[in-house]
């Protein structure tokens, strides 16, 4: 995590562009980790001016966007895990957050909690959860979100960390 954390700021910094950025990091991850170890990034440029989001996905769940009408849909584009292909290249695409939109980025740890009769809470729940709250502040949502979680997994332990993190446009 140390190795893959100080390679992406060098290269955030020398590569603007999302993809530029993974496929490098990519590289230089395959050239300095043991052939078992890789991670997964989904990595996002917000321009605060234009609302645009330039994105590139290397294996991470796809976010979930969530339109301020209701719709809802997952970012297309992915790729694979860094540090699996020694050269891989990783593809992006740009959205635009309108007003009352929300961004969904989320570790699998969110989706595959599990309850005690080893049911997954999904993407399909936390899809559903995000639409009926989606007129509540990002910060509301979140806590939302994990509360939904914990109170659908009464006692049953989890064994993978929990990242959710909401981008929404006032």
């Known amino acids: ?11 955030a910094f020398l590569l603007p562009q999302p993809c530029e ?25 917000l321009n605060t001016k234009t609302h645009n989001i330039c994105y590139s996905n290397a294996g991470h769940n796809r ?20 540090s699996m292909l020694e ?3 990783y593809s992006e695409d740009e959205i635009t957050i ?13 989706t595959e909690s599990l309850n005690e009769n080893d049911e997954e809470y999904g993407e399909e729940r936390l899809g559903e959860l995000a ?9 509301d949502l979140v806590d939302q ?11 049953q332990p989890q064994f993978d960390d929990m990242t959710l993190m909401v981008i929404k446009r006032e």
Do not use: H, W
Not at 98 to 110: F, Q
Not at 145 to 155: A, P, Q, W
């Open 63 to 82: 976010p979930l966007l969530v339109r301020s009408s209701g719709k809802k849909n997952e970012l297309k584009t992915a790729g694979v895990v860094l």
């Open 87 to 89: 050269n891989f290249n």
């Open 98 to 110: 309108n007003p009352g939109d929300l961004l969904i980025i989320y570790s699998d740890g969110i």
């Open 131 to 139: 639409i009926r709250l989606k007129d509540k502040s990002a910060r």
């Open 1 to 11: 995590m140390a190795n893959l954390q100080a390679t992406i700021r060098t290269e």
């Open 145 to 155: 979100v994990i509360d939904n979680i914990n109170e659908f997994s009464g006692k």
């Open 21 to 45: 950025c993974l496929n490098r990091t990519n590289f230089v991850l395959y050239q300095n980790t043991e052939a078992n170890k890789f991670a997964t990034l989904f990595y996002a440029v």
